[in-house]
């Protein structure tokens, strides 16, 4: 989980014809705040981000205003839209001024002392930048626009420190800690469990091989209802040998193997699924065949009781935390921060327009991204 997300977007598709890369020092000051000096790469390195972060915020708004009749308009013009009463290129600059703050307030907290990274923490900091930067192509947008992977690296820490100070304020033992009964019942409330198998239509499947497909999952369902394991289901289905199909127990691990968390589809969970709502509504041990939102193949769910194991709030709390407190938390750092004394280097800041910005290799990025998952 990272409180400040790194976005970078498969649906931005303005290429702009300029880069940003044009000669600036790395080391060149471009901005002080409250007496620390932000470096035109790193603020640079920030510009990106808010300008993805921002198309992003346009590009669901427009897609929920939608309808089958405007679906196949022509590509945003971002720089037409406003967001929070500003116009698009000067609300990316605000919140570039803004995120350079919270990279002067968090390393402020450990300068202070007041939050400090083990040296595990810092190793997983660095080695999880570098997979972001080589295997999901960061390098390919960063790059192209003038930041380096020793400032993305650095940028990608301070997600790290707000982690830090987050859990330094919410989880057990924190200044506001969040009681324990309050993360059960979001999870409760969130989150549900289920053992699920997929199954995909033949291409160009007929109805008859759909209704076919189905008919073999709902045998799935009444061998259940007769008291039948999932395990040995789960295997057949998968086509497994079951001398080959053997599982390793962990302490700390969960009682079930092959159950699956379906968080709330609106939810920011990593498991957020379109099909938590009927999920939710089943009652424990019941089974139900949806198709999914494509309609190009069903899931046959069963359903479980998350309460019955500890292992899943103990692997959701930090998930949860951050669904809880996530807005209140970004809320105090604004206010903490807002008065911040800002010196600006005109002469630095000036050279690196929003408009100019460069998605160009934004394909490549993605195309990455895909190879590596």
């Known amino acids: 989980m990272k ?20 000669c600036h020092g790395k080391d060149e000051v471009a901005l002080t705040i409250e007496g620390t000096n932000i470096t035109s790469a790193l603020y640079l390195n920030a510009l990106v981000d808010c300008d993805s972060e921002a198309k992003q915020r346009v590009d669901e708004e427009v897609a929920a205003s939608k309808t089958e009749e405007t ?10 839209k406003t967001l929070d009463g500003l116009s698009f290129v000067d609300y990316v600059k605000e919140k570039t001024i803004e995120r350079c703050k919270e990279f002067v307030f968090f390393q402020k907290l ?17 080695n999880s930048a570098a997979t972001y930067w080589s295997s999901y192509g960061y390098a390919y947008l960063y790059n192209v626009n003038g930041v380096s992977f020793e400032t993305y690296k650095k940028a ?43 199954a ?6 007929t109805d008859e091989q759909k209704a076919a497909l189905k008919t073999k999952l ?7 209802k007769d008291g039948e394991e999932f395990e040995k289901i789960y295997i057949e289905h998968n086509e497994i040998k079951a001398e080959e199909h053997k599982h390793e127990e962990t302490k700390d691990g969960p009682k079930l193997q092959h159950a699956i968390v379906l968080a709330d589809k609106n939810s920011e969970s ?24 494509a309609k190009t193949g069903l899931t046959f769910y069963v359903k479980l009781d998350i309460n019955s194991d500890a292992y899943y709030l103990k692997q959701l709390t930090d998930e949860i ?50 190879q590596y998952q």
Request: hydrophobic share 35%; charged share 30%.
């Open 270 to 293: 990593s498991s957020a699924n379109a099909d938590f709502d009927e999920v939710y509504d089943m009652k424990v041990g019941e089974t139900k065949i949806i198709e999914n939102e």
């Open 110 to 126: 450990v300068d202070e002392g007041t939050i400090k990274l083990t040296d595990e923490e810092v190793n997983e900091a660095e």
């Open 200 to 205: 995909n239509y033949e291409e160009n499947a």
């Open 3 to 22: 409180i400040f997300k790194r976005i970078i977007s498969a649906i931005l598709v303005g290429c702009m014809l300029f880069s940003l890369c044009a």
């Open 218 to 224: 709902e045998g799935y369902a009444k061998r259940i």
């Open 321 to 370: 935390l951050y669904g809880l407190k996530k807005d209140e938390f970004q809320k105090s750092i604004t206010e903490k921060t807002k008065a911040y004394k800002v010196e600006t280097n005109n002469f630095a800041i000036n050279r690196f327009d929003v408009e100019d910005i460069d998605y160009s290799v934004l394909e490549s990025a993605y195309a990455a991204q895909q």
């Open 156 to 198: 990608f820490t301070y997600t790290y420190y707000s982690n830090k100070y987050f859990n330094h304020l919410y989880a057990e033992g924190g200044e506001k800690e969040v009681p324990k009964k309050d993360i059960k019942d979001y999870m409760l409330d969130n989150y549900t469990l289920a053992h699920a198998l997929s």
């Open 71 to 80: 679906e196949d308009t022509e590509e945003t013009d971002y720089y037409s």
